[in-house]
């Protein structure tokens, strides 16, 4: 089963096409366009023999209204059967420590987008959301993470506290944060198997999902502000899960 989808942009586009070429069904170019960075991706599109059509500023801008295009659109097929689940990757297993990223109840694509591009350069196997209340993998999602989205697993899940308990007893430690918690991020052992909870941009984790934590660490801040970011604070947390694995 396969659903038709679009998506834009240079780096989501490229992405695509070196990922899964077979997936890309046609690609809309700005015919105003003369550049460098279009002259690569049209030499690409070529190379592959992939359908394309030069089309005016104002036909994408239909296409898609209201959104940074950069000139780029392309229609493409997802094939269902490609996800997978959550229990795929873990009896696969991996060269090193599963690392999941766990986001509770994202809505913004924009920060879901940048979650996938610091996921897709921490080496993260997957991100881990509840199919309710949060947002999906959209056009905007995938513009945003720069290719990330189509190098990174996304597993919508219907119950994020039986994923969260499914994890603990397959030997993944649960760590969730929370800007309240003494301990931080860098007093924790991340060098094993693990899964990082993130909350919403509003209200953080759901209580539930708090309760199931194996523990709770917060990301030190030593200024002004009170909240980072969610997609800032997933970076600092994988970057330190990174480096001590690097150091063990």
């Known amino acids: 089963m396969s659903e038709k989808k679009i998506i834009y942009g240079f780096h989501s586009i490229t992405s695509r096409i070196r990922l899964d070429v077979n997936s890309v069904k046609e690609i809309y170019l700005d015919e105003s366009r003369n550049d460098a960075r279009m002259n690569d991706l049209l030499k690409l599109i070529k190379l592959h023999n992939i359908n394309y059509h030069l089309s005016s500023k104002n036909r994408l801008d239909g296409m898609i209204p209201n959104s940074k295009h950069q000139g780029v ?42 979650c996938f591009r610091v996921a897709d350069a921490m080496g993260v196997h997957a991100i ?65 198997p693990i899964a990082i909870v993130l909350g919403s ?24 502000v009170e909240s980072l970011n969610v997609s800032v604070a997933s970076g600092i947390c994988l970057s330190e899960i990174r480096r001590q694995r690097t150091l063990s």
């Open 128 to 192: 881990i959301c509840p199919k309710d209340n949060a947002v999906g993998v959209n056009a905007t999602v995938r513009k945003v993470a720069c290719g990330g989205a189509e190098s990174v697993p996304f597993i919508a899940v219907t119950n994020i506290g039986r994923t969260i308990r499914y994890l603990k007893e397959n030997g993944l430690f649960v760590i969730g944060t929370d800007g309240e918690t003494r301990k931080n991020i860098y007093q924790e052992n991340l060098s094993g």
């Open 73 to 114: 659109i392309a229609n493409i097929i997802e094939n269902k059967q490609k996800y997978i689940t959550v229990e795929d990757i873990v009896e696969e297993g991996a060269k090193e420590p599963l690392l999941f990223l766990i986001l509770d109840g994202i809505e913004d694509p924009h920060n879901l987008g940048a």
């Open 201 to 224: 941009e509003g209200k953080g984790m759901r209580r539930l999902t708090r309760e199931l934590c194996d523990t709770l660490v917060s990301i030190p801040m030593l200024g002004q």
